[in-house]
């Protein structure tokens, strides 16, 4: 009985120190998980970012630039010599991409939907890059050259500066690098794609013509005259030609390249017709000539925005372009629309802003080509673009739905009396803050940077050419094995233009 009582007794007084160590135990899982997920907010803009990266990312293509020259690639005298291929240097580098591609086809279960995509970044004499990046540096403060159409040479140069955000941040060392979806490679039978770094609109705007046109022949030979070019034809080249006047004198001989476009114009004023397609190319946001305005800008912006139909810039422009004037007819002088003549200069794009952000709708029409600059600093403004372009290509259209940021107007509407306002103004107050969130969104989309960030224009580039690398090899591979009497299937020359067409 003595014993009995003895084994409750010690019973008792172990239940509250066990009691407590499993409090213990519990308060300690409830610290080690609170203090995982404050290390980790799921709130973060960039989650995807690199912790070693402290500095915030540079969006100014000026600033951008004169870091890149001056720190991390200085001026170079060295210069890579053009190469001399012989048939037995393409017959030897087919054999080592078959080698290559044979062993991740059985190695890789997705192979070839894969990703990384895997670049070969081509180490072009400084002619073609460095010296061209430094004329740009040494010459746009200088100057006030003016294009025929009177746009300003330099500005327009940083609006179609992609292929220098592009370079920068394949060749960039891969610790500072934060994208996932490419990598570049060092040898060329590793490569999926290759990336040609030549500046075709620094060199078109600021060399002579007769000197510009001699450097894109150099150019062109100098990938012309390269193993991998001549193994594919050059379909797995890539070209950035965003102005739709550079590189113009030599386009033809590289029509099997992946273009780097602003958009397409099927009318035949920019391009040949067969010359460019969706399924080859690539067309790529403009660099926007305004600031961004977040979601904390927006939010704070709603009450101020005053100005039903905003739209500041050429009144008069050539092609398609002309609907410009004859939205202005119809609309000047209208109640709560603000239309005016663009300016040059810091002048100007600070007017544009300020008037940008007091909008809720921006008027996108198009310019000499379909697509407009105008566009994406009305999506970084926050304000929503009212496009009247028919034929509009859109950058990233395979990932971004535009109708949840945009409204598209047909150009016959739109001229229509009266027809525009009242379109505008039946938009519900619900719509318009949905949208707005929703460009607060897809801003990120739409601005360059260096580093280039997750889900940047850089990024959605490399995620979009994944999409094409199946039907690169097909071409590549059947241009390889047919002979004269095979039946021809439909090349560039016979591919029908990109027509917008309206659902009925």
């Known amino acids: ?299 704070e912006s709603e009450s101020k925005r005053s100005t039903l139909l905003y739209f500041r810039g050429r009144l008069k422009r050539n092609a398609g372009g002309k609907i410009r004037a004859k939205l202005v007819a119809e609309l000047s002088g209208a109640k709560g629309v603000f239309i005016e003549e663009g300016t040059a200069g810091e002048g100007g794009k600070a007017a544009a802003q300020i008037g940008m952000r007091k909008s809720t709708f921006c008027l996108s029409p198009a310019g000499d080509t379909p697509s407009s600059a105008r566009l994406f600093d009305a999506i970084v403004s926050g304000c929503i673009p009212v496009v009247v372009s028919d034929e509009l290509e859109l950058p990233f259209e395979g990932i971004l739905d535009y109708r949840k940021i945009a409204l598209f107007v047909s150009s016959s509407d739109a001229v229509q009396p009266g027809w525009l306002l009242k379109f505008l103004k039946g938009i519900s107050l619900a719509q318009i803050r949905g949208m707005q969130r929703n460009l607060a969104k897809y801003s990120r989309h739409f601005i360059y940077s260096s580093p280039a960030l997750p889900l940047g224009p850089e990024d959605l580039v490399w995620r979009m050419m994944a999409g094409k690398l199946v039907n690169i090899r097909l071409h590549t591979r059947r241009s390889q094995r047919v002979v004269k009497e095979s039946r021809s299937v439909c090349a560039c020359d016979c591919k029908r233009a990109n027509f917008t067409v309206p659902v009925l």
């Open 1 to 299: 009985m003595a014993n009995k009582q003895l084994h409750i007794l010690s019973s008792r007084s172990r239940s509250p120190i066990l009691l407590f160590t499993i409090c213990l135990f519990a308060f300690s899982l409830l610290f080690l998980l609170f203090s995982l997920s404050t290390r980790h907010p799921s709130a973060s803009p960039y989650p995807d970012t690199n912790p070693n990266l402290s500095l915030k990312p540079e969006t100014s293509f000026v600033a951008s630039l004169e870091h890149f020259l001056n720190h991390k690639y200085p001026r170079s005298s060295s210069s890579s010599p053009f190469p001399t291929v012989s048939e037995e240097d393409v017959s030897r580098f087919d054999d080592q991409v078959f080698s290559k591609e044979r062993d991740r086809f059985y190695r890789e279960p997705y192979y070839p939907l894969d990703l990384p995509i895997r670049v070969y970044v081509y180490e072009m004499p400084s002619k073609f890059t460095h010296d061209l990046l430094w004329l740009f540096r040494n010459t746009y403060r200088d100057t006030d050259n003016l294009t025929s159409n009177g746009s300003p040479v330099h500005r327009l140069i940083e609006q179609h500066s992609v292929d220098y955000w592009l370079w920068a941040d394949l060749i960039a060392p891969e610790s500072e690098r934060l994208l996932k979806s490419v990598v570049r490679v060092e040898r060329q039978e590793d490569a999926d794609l290759f990336y040609v770094p030549f500046f075709t609109t620094i060199s078109f705007f600021l060399l002579e013509k007769q000197q510009c046109k001699a450097l894109y022949r150099e150019a062109l030979k100098w990938v012309t005259d390269q193993p991998a070019w001549k193994r594919s034809e050059g379909r797995n080249h890539i070209f950035p030609i965003h102005h739709p006047w550079s590189f113009k004198s030599v386009r033809r001989y590289v029509k099997n390249a992946i273009w780097l476009l602003p958009d397409m114009d099927s009318t035949g004023n920019w391009y040949k017709p067969g010359q460019v397609f969706l399924e080859k190319d690539l067309i790529l946001p403009y660099v926007p000539n305004v600031n961004l305005c977040d979601t904390k800008c927006i939010s």
